[in-house]
């Protein structure tokens, strides 16, 4: 399945499945940092205090919104029982909780350092050269919270190595289908921003980005998603009878109509 038919896939999909895909949406980082923004220009300092602890207890909520995007884009089944299945167990939460500090920290570990030479004269290239270097890496990651989610695997450091490796070869294409998707909603955004601006912060344009924002990031989420489930097959299907017999994942196969409670996420 090339790019254009996962775009049409994942429209096509939103307009079928609309309040599940929003819902999903909702979850995503994207819509969680625009509405923690929204929350720090309100509160000032306090949101300061409130912001960390926040974020790191939304992180296991998106990657249950992630999980939940399986079954939705493989077999068009609606299985929310899957979006607030990483807060418990207390050790399924700290591996959701390291998926998302690992890249955090990553990126602190290269964007400080470059943050220091662009400050100083002659460095700008070096400083270039490591941003790209940074995207290079976090692109070779992107299936990372996939892989988690959907049970494949349990630890999030194995997840991260997986994908690594399987993205070998596939970043051109990564890199088109995320330019075509991102780049309406950047150029939207921004320009309902610099609207708010030039009219000291008039309401309905802060109102009008809120809105684009939560019916699209739903649709962008889908899309990227389904590129990377699309990655994911075609790189198991060769190997899939080889493997099959030896994984154990902790969610049941989606492929399959299994009820909750055969699976772990059916356990209290």
Known sequence: MDNQEIRAKARALYGKYFAAVFLIGLCSDNVQSF????????LGELSMVLYLPIQLLLIPLTVGGIGCIEPLWTSEQVRFERLFA???PVSRFGQSILLGIIPILAGLLTLVPGMLLAALRGYILIFLLLMIATLWFFMRLVMAAMLFAS??????????????QK???????????????LLPQVIITKLLQALSEQNNGLWIFT??????TLLYVPYST???QGWVLEQIKDSEQPQESENKPNQRPFLPDMKKEVEPSSGEFGKR
Not at 173 to 178: G, K, N, Q, V
Request: no cysteine; charged share 20%.
């Open 35 to 42: 509405l923690l923004d929204v929350f720090e220009a309100y």
């Open 86 to 88: 990483f807060y418990a």
């Open 151 to 164: 049970g494949r695997y349990t630890k999030a450091l194995d997840a991260f190595t997986a994908s690594y």
């Open 167 to 181: 993205m070998r070869g596939r970043l051109f294409d990564l890199l088109a289908m995320t330019v075509i998707i």
């Open 207 to 212: 109102a009008l980005e809120l809105a684009f």
């Open 222 to 224: 889908l899309a990227t």
